[in-house]
């Protein structure tokens, strides 16, 4: 794998006692999601593989992107490993990856993400883009050695 864009689910609802994997995005988040997909179109590679956790969140940020790039839902790779808040975890998932991924294109969660990102990202590209810690937002780790090799 050559190129990572990361994205943090979009706002979800604390509405419902529901159990966490279950919680839905909220009316906000759904909004934000396709703001975000429409604006990041001309920065998702012509071919891809899209990867999301099982959470409801995350999984709806994935089909609203999809649906904005034009990506047929039924080809997104739900993964119930993705559903974690661990960074450590996460480096895991993203280090088995096959080398014959070019790009992936992986939903998922915090604190998981902010602290992956922290590890492997540009310093400058964080500072720049420190909106990358919030709700349904992005950030592209490109030709990272590091991140490339087997744990």
């Avoid at 959470?55 to 490993?81: C, G, H, L, V, W």
């Avoid at 993705?82 to 992936?104: M, Q």
């Amino acid at each position: 794998m050559k190129n990572l864009i990361i994205i943090r689910h979009a706002k979800s609802s604390w509405d419902a006692p529901l159990k966490d994997i279950d919680r839905p995005l909220e009316q906000r988040g759904i909004k934000d999601a396709h703001l975000v997909a429409a604006d990041c179109v001309k920065h998702i590679p012509k071919t891809f593989l899209m990867w999301s956790s099982t959470a409801k969140r995350a999984s709806e940020t994935a089909m609203i992107f999809a649906q904005n790039i034009s990506y047929p839902i039924e080809n997104i790779t739900f993964r119930d490993e993705l559903y974690t808040f661990d960074d450590y975890k996460l480096e895991k998932i993203v280090k088995s990856f096959k080398d014959d991924y070019d790009n992936v294109i992986l939903f998922g969660h915090n604190e998981a993400i902010t602290n992956f990102v922290n590890k492997f990202g540009d310093v400058l590209s964080i500072m720049s883009r420190l909106r990358a810690l919030f709700p349904c937002n992005l950030m592209q780790i490109t030709g990272n050695p590091s991140i490339m090799a087997e744990p």
